[in-house]
């Protein structure tokens, strides 16, 4: 097996809670996996060796909420948001009938570029999910195109009502036969839980059915108000609880006392004109927060994660540590993984090289191109 040594190092971030800074630093990586960090002048010998000049090196984003599998175009929509219509959620529905009307090569080929665009941005890991079908073959279709793109892959076809559909009839289409369907092709099963959309009651009915096939749970939760979402996530065991906008007292002490992450989505907010979730009071409670883009053609449609951080910092109150930790580690927590989201021994070895001495730069200097180098599995792209 060859090694590689990445020193030159003037900053490593490792997302590792037990030593999370290290100065002039070094990394080796044997196999795709990290083999070892530390201290420049303590490093091992390698078969290889790259110099970074001193750059700071950071995990590979891990964006745990996108929606990259779809069709058409809404930017009458946004035109409209930013002349001071509110959003809803109700454009949904243009594009699942866009979606509907796409080949599998063409949804293959746009989310295979946005994946891309993510990658160059030094997003390494990315969660997909389906949603803009809302039929037992377009939503089977579109997981199907998500399982060639990622291996983090959400079943969500309980995004919205379709037009043709009651509400009662559709969920359990959702929770029956859509699910059967769609299983083989997921690893979470998620729904929209908002006015609008899906109350509690269908809301644990699809969650349970998903759970019981073996699928684990997520939630888009609190976004449009407050509601039941984050606390029917937090009972459940969900990974993660996404949006968290409109939040009370009992859903940011059931955030602080469960295992589930709270997903903030910055984007969302910029992109419709909405309250940002107010991420301090859930840190300072002791709640687990991941950032993520929530990359999707109505709401939010940004493949940058650097963009979240410098949101996070700039509109959440969050520090550019706290900024940085939720888009790498809390990241990989919200997905529940641990290969990934950190750099450490045995993790995947996923590293961005930033133009830049430090981290703080993605919010010290937002919208500028900082990723100089991503390598993925060991390998530089």
């Given at each position: ?41 303590e ?6 060796r ?7 090196v ?58 891309n ?30 399982t ?14 379709p ?112 309250p ?106």
């Amino acid at each position: 097996m060859t090694t590689t040594l990445i020193d030159g190092i003037g900053l490593l971030y490792t997302g590792d809670p037990e030593r999370e800074e290290i100065r002039d630093a070094a990394v080796v990586v044997e196999d795709g996996l990290i083999a070892w960090t530390g201290p420049a002048g303590e490093a091992p010998d390698a078969d290889e060796r790259v110099d970074v000049a001193g750059r700071c090196v950071i995990p590979g984003f891990v964006d745990s909420h996108a929606h990259l599998v779809f069709a058409g175009d809404r930017t009458a929509e946004f035109q409209a948001r930013m002349s001071g219509e509110p959003y809803t959620g109700g454009g949904i529905r243009t594009t699942v009938a866009a979606t509907r009307q796409a080949s599998d090569a063409a949804l293959a080929t746009r989310a295979l570029g946005l994946v891309n665009e993510m990658l160059a941005q030094g997003t390494t890991t990315v969660e997909i999910k389906s949603g803009y079908g809302l039929s037992v073959e377009d939503e089977r279709r579109t997981l199907e195109i998500a399982t060639g793109l990622t291996d983090e892959t959400t079943f969500l076809g309980a995004h919205v009502v379709p037009a043709d559909m009651d509400a009662d009839s559709y969920v359990r289409l959702v929770a029956g036969e859509m699910l059967d369907a769609c299983a083989p092709y997921a690893k979470w099963v998620d729904v929209f839980c908002e006015r609008g959309a899906f109350d509690g009651d269908q809301t644990r009915e699809i969650l349970s059915a998903g759970l019981k096939a073996g699928l684990g749970a997520r939630v888009h939760a609190n976004q449009l108000g407050a509601g039941p979402g984050v606390r029917i996530a937090c009972e459940l065991g969900a990974a993660s609880a996404d949006h968290c906008t409109h939040l009370t007292a009992a859903d940011v002490d059931a955030l602080a006392g469960s295992d589930t992450v709270a997903t903030l989505l910055p984007g969302a907010e910029f992109s419709t004109r909405s309250p940002y979730p107010d991420a301090r009071r859930l840190i300072d409670a002791g709640a687990t927060v991941a950032l993520a883009t929530d990359c999707n053609p109505g709401s939010s449609f940004t493949s940058s994660m650097a963009f979240c951080v410098a949101l996070a910092v700039r509109e959440m109150r969050m520090t550019p540590l706290e900024a940085i930790r939720a888009a790498t580690y809390g990241g990989a927590r919200a997905l529940r993984r641990t290969d990934v989201g950190w750099v450490r021994r045995g993790a995947r070895a996923d590293l961005v090289v930033l133009a830049a001495p430090s981290y703080v730069h993605l919010a010290y200097r937002p919208g500028v191109p900082l990723v100089h180098q991503v390598f993925r599995e060991g390998l530089l792209l």
